[in-house]
């Protein structure tokens, strides 16, 4: 079974412009997360969605990100412009049915942006 | 969401088991406790998840406190790719898994 595929691995931008990333869950999950991690610390959750809807987006900065599931399968986040402290490893993770106390999350290899 | 603490750092010898502790007097009823590891630069993977029983997979062991406020992720023989930072994690129904810091694991050959 595929993992969760992230693409680009690494970015490199200068600070103002546009970045994307890209997410493929594993097949059947419901379920996708957007994680951001700075170095030395865990990832905190951006957005969480359930199908094609972002049932938490609570902490995604809304003034620069913004993500979407189309069609309930694979994600892009966005960050329009970057700033230099948006450097940092962006992880996507899917669960079968991403409520469930139980359940667990798979995660990506993450996508490394920096921003100079 | 209910918090964890864990030590920041533990080192381990090569084949010896190792210990890794979790804090967590908050914990609720319905919480389960996850622990996620992190090699370096990947990703983190699932480990183990308990409620109230020990557990057991080919990973690891989870031996949970009678009063569930703590819990102990134990690897059974520590190998050189079981250095990693380690998540220790609650998480009830509909809630989101919240990552502290967790615990760098370095294991000397």
């Known amino acids: 079974e595929a993992g969760v595929v992230q693409s680009p691995r690494y970015k490199i931008i200068e600070k103002k412009q546009p970045v994307a990333f890209w997410c493929n869950p594993i097949?059947?999950?419901?379920?996708l997360y957007w994680y951001l991690q700075n170095l030395g610390q865990g990832p905190e959750l951006l957005i969480r969605?359930?199908?094609?809807?972002?049932?938490?987006d609570s902490q995604l900065p809304k003034d620069r990100f913004s993500a979407e599931r189309l069609k309930g399968v694979d994600s892009t986040l966005k960050i329009q412009p970057a700033e230099l402290g948006d450097s940092a490893v962006y992880l996507c993770?899917?669960?079968?049915?991403?409520?469930?106390?139980?359940?667990?999350?798979?995660f990506g290899p993450g996508t490394r942006l920096t921003v100079l | 969401d209910a918090k964890t603490t864990q030590p920041n750092s533990m080192e381990s010898n090569e084949e010896e088991p190792v210990h890794l502790p979790c804090n967590h007097s908050?914990?609720?009823?319905?919480?389960?406790i996850h622990w996620y590891r992190q090699l370096p630069s990947q990703g983190p993977e699932y480990v183990i998840h308990?409620?109230?029983s020990n557990v057991n997979n080919r990973m690891a062991s989870l031996a949970i406190a009678e009063d569930r406020k703590s819990s102990t992720l134990i690897l059974h023989r520590a190998t050189l790719r079981d250095a990693a930072v380690y998540y220790c994690?609650?998480?009830?129904?509909?809630?989101?898994?919240?990552f502290g810091p967790g615990t760098r694991l370095s294991v000397l050959p």
């Open positions: 969605y359930e199908n094609e809807e972002a049932v938490d």
């Open positions: 994690i609650l998480r009830g129904n509909g809630q989101n898994f919240v």
């Open positions: 993770a899917s669960s079968p049915q991403g409520g469930t106390s139980y359940n667990e999350q798979f």
């Open positions: 308990g409620l109230t």
């Open positions: 097949s059947g999950h419901n379920t």
């Open positions: 908050t914990i609720s009823g319905t919480d389960y």
